[in-house]
């Protein structure tokens, strides 16, 4: 089988036991936004947002409420990831959620409290340019309250270059504030309520390193302000090289649109010049197309 540039698809491979990631998808385009949605409501003791109609498997969603009050969260959907949760005043309350969907998912996303009063949901999904099975490279959550139009996401720092860069700044104050992107930075659109409460998402591409501070600057001075960042790893594309493979000084990165899987016997570099063996078959431990397209072959028999 030949895996074909524009295929989405994930190789571990298994030594001493443990399975490794080596590959994983890498398709057409650079990280992206595809999709948003946005709740908002008051008083009410729920609320819900929608993924976007063209979401699919290995696409990440991360999800921020608001909310003014001091009551509990009853309900949330199932397997999402709280990322954080930041208090100002002991009831401005926001929680960053994230998930990388999966076929099966719920596109239908509700969470309800044990009492009613203004709820904002914000929703933003992504594509490409990041790790499908360890996309959380770093993450921050720090209180910055200062009487003034900074909205400051504390620094983080990104392990490799080419590590998709998100940050969730918000602001609540008399009149709906808006928000001037950091150099670099592309918004991903935000979101406003009669409540004058605004969050919006914007991403870059970082190199690797520590960001420093990150500071958005709004159209209005207030306290009641919170930024979330997030740093997302990579696709493992050619890492993880089996100690087999470092041991024979074949180092180079693998680029998954050149490589051909034969059954039971070799993996190796389209170019004959330089091949890889793995030892036979049994060390590869998952074969994954993700495309619809491809989701019901037998990858053997491509």
Request: hydrophobic content about 35%; charged content about 20%; glycine content about 10%.
């Amino acid at each position: 089988m030949i895996l074909q540039p524009h295929k989405r698809w994930t190789i571990d491979y298994l030594w001493g036991g443990a399975a490794t990631r080596l590959c994983e998808p890498v398709s057409g385009g650079g990280f992206r936004l595809i999709g948003s949605d946005h709740f908002y409501g008051t008083p009410v003791n729920e609320g819900t947002v929608t993924l976007p109609a063209g979401i699919s498997e290995g696409d990440i969603t991360f999800v921020l409420l608001f909310r003014v009050d001091y009551y509990t969260r009853t309900s949330e959907p199932a397997d999402w990831t709280e990322l954080g949760e930041m208090t100002y005043y002991t009831n401005r309350r926001w929680w960053l959620y994230y998930k990388v969907y999966e076929p099966g998912d719920e596109k239908t996303l509700t969470w309800k409290f044990n009492g009613s009063s203004m709820l904002d949901i914000a929703l933003w999904s992504y594509r490409n340019g990041f790790s499908v099975g360890s996309p959380i490279c770093d993450f921050s959550n720090t209180a910055y309250q200062a009487s003034d139009s900074t909205i400051r996401i504390a620094g983080m720092t990104a392990a490799q270059g080419g590590s998709p860069l998100i940050i969730f700044p918000t602001m609540l104050y008399s009149t709906s504030p808006t928000y001037t992107p950091p150099s670099g930075f592309v918004s991903d659109g935000g979101t406003s309520n009669p409540s004058k409460y605004r969050a919006e998402a914007m991403h870059k591409i970082a190199d690797a390193g520590a960001t420093g501070n990150i500071d958005v600057v709004a159209s209005q001075s207030a306290k009641q302000k919170h930024g979330f960042g997030v740093i997302l790893n990579p696709p493992y594309v050619g890492r993880n090289v089996p100690p087999i493979w470092r041991a024979s000084g074949l180092q180079a990165a693998i680029d998954p649109r050149h490589v051909i899987v034969r059954p039971r016997s070799v993996l190796m570099h389209k170019s004959f010049f330089d091949p890889f063996w793995l030892l036979g078959a049994n060390f590869i431990r998952r074969i994954r197309l993700a495309e619809s397209a491809d989701r019901n072959r037998t990858p053997w028999s491509q």
